[in-house]
Structure formats: C-alpha cells, structure tokens
C-alpha cells in the first residue's frame, strides 16, 4: 500500500529529487517549501509520514516537529528529519523533540528510502509492503492478494484495507472512530456505522474457511482482530 509522504524542504531540487524517488518507490509525495504550508497540508489530510528539513524559512523543522508532537491528532505521525547539519548535539534535540529518525545531508535517495520504509514498518505497518499473516490468514498488499488456509479469498477494495489495518495492528481494541480514520481517511465524513457494514461483508467474506471468527467485536469499544478465541 503506497504510503503518503509530505516532504518539507525549502530547496526545490532536493524537493524533486525527494519526490521523485518516492514516486519511483510507489508512494505519493506531497510537497511544501515552508512549515506553515506542510501545516495547512497536514490539516487537510494526515500523512503517513513527514520527512521534515531542520533549516526553513519561518518556523524551523524542530518547531514544525514539536508542535506535531503536542497535538493528539498528529501525535503519531512519524517524522524523519533532514538536516545539513552532522553534529551530535543537534541529533539528540532532534530526536527529543520526537522525531523518528534522522538523515544528515547530503544523502544517497536508496539510504533516505530505507530509512523510510524501516519508519513505516515500525510505525505504520499498513503503509509498508510485508506480507501479514495471522491463524492462517495471509494477506500480501504488494499482489492484493488474501488466502485463508490456502484458499483465494476475494475481497472489496474497503474490505481489504480493513483487514489489512486490523491484521497489521492484531489484538488491539480499535473504535469505529479510529478505524473510519485509519481506513477510511483522516476528515472523512462517513457515518460510524459503516464501519459495522464493511465488517459484515469482511466476515462473509472469511466465513467459508471459519477466518470470520479472527474479527470480534468488542462490546461498547470496537472491534479486534485476533487469533486467540474471544472471552464473552
Ligand atoms: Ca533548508
């Protein structure tokens, strides 16, 4: 699944070189020259990661980073911070302030790529390519393609998104809120409800194979997905 990359970076051609290689490695770059429009940015839709330059005019990357940081909506979202600068001291504040990682200029594009999928992968595991499995259901983002004990499982696009964010982030309680921003989008307006719709369908789906009962629901909080059978 391409991961939505907003990259804040004053210099236009390091710009288009971030996003060109990120293009090239099947994610979407979203570009800002300066913090107040990645803000304006991250207000619309949340990133899946930001890759965020220390030195830039008006509010520095740092600032940009700590205010991330402070705000419950984009606590979250991993940050990897570029900077020209190698020193120690301003690799600890860096990281402080909550950044996830940390490439010093210049760097080659395939290190800057590793160091994001590594992020991804720890942070967002949706956003990273591995194949997932779970009591026999495997899920691979890369070919779209799930299979319960060996079986092809056939699966709408909402469907498969959902079962890829619940396989990726296993026997964790999640609401109908978060999975509507997890799965549906961040500021998508959607009713809470629909939530329960895509569930069924996930289930109809798995039912065949007996994969149906991974998905429980969990009275007054959400829903779970697990391999463990569910307490009533
Ligand atoms: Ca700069």
């Not at 509010?59 to 705000?71: I, K, V």
């Not at 999928?117 to 799930?146: I, N, W, Y």
């Not at 999975?179 to 039912?207: C, K, M, N, P, Y």
Request: glycine letters at 6%; charged letters at 30%; zero cysteines.
């Amino acid at each position: 699944m391409p991961a939505r990359i907003l990259v804040v970076e004053d210099e236009p051609a390091i710009q288009a070189l971030i996003a060109a290689n990120l293009k090239r490695a099947g994610h979407e770059a979203i570009a800002a020259l300066d913090a107040e429009t990645a803000r304006r940015q991250v207000d619309e839709v949340l990133p899946d990661l930001v890759l965020l330059d220390w030195m830039l005019p008006g509010m520095s990357g740092l600032e940009f980073a700590r205010r991330l940081r402070a705000e419950p909506r984009t606590r979250h979202v991993p940050i990897i911070m570029l900077t020209a600068r190698g020193e120690e001291g301003d690799k600890v504040q860096g990281l402080t302030t909550g950044a996830d990682d940390y490439v010093t200029k210049p760097f080659s594009p395939k290190e800057l790529l590793a160091r994001i999928q590594a992020v991804l992968r720890r942070q967002r595991p949706q956003a990273a390519e591995d194949a997932v499995e779970v009591g026999g259901l495997k899920l691979d983002p890369v070919t779209h393609r799930v299979t319960a004990d060996g079986k092809a499982v056939s699966l709408g696009p909402t469907e498969f998104r959902l079962l890829h964010f619940l396989m990726t982030h296993a026997e964790r309680v999640h609401s109908r809120v978060q999975l509507l921003d997890q799965v549906w989008g961040d500021h998508v307006f959607v009713e809470e409800r629909t939530v329960d719709v895509h569930i069924r369908r996930l289930r109809a789906s798995l039912e065949a194979t007996g994969h149906d009962a991974l998905i429980q629901t969990v009275r007054g909080s959400g829903y779970r997905l697990s391999a463990e059978p569910a307490a009533e």
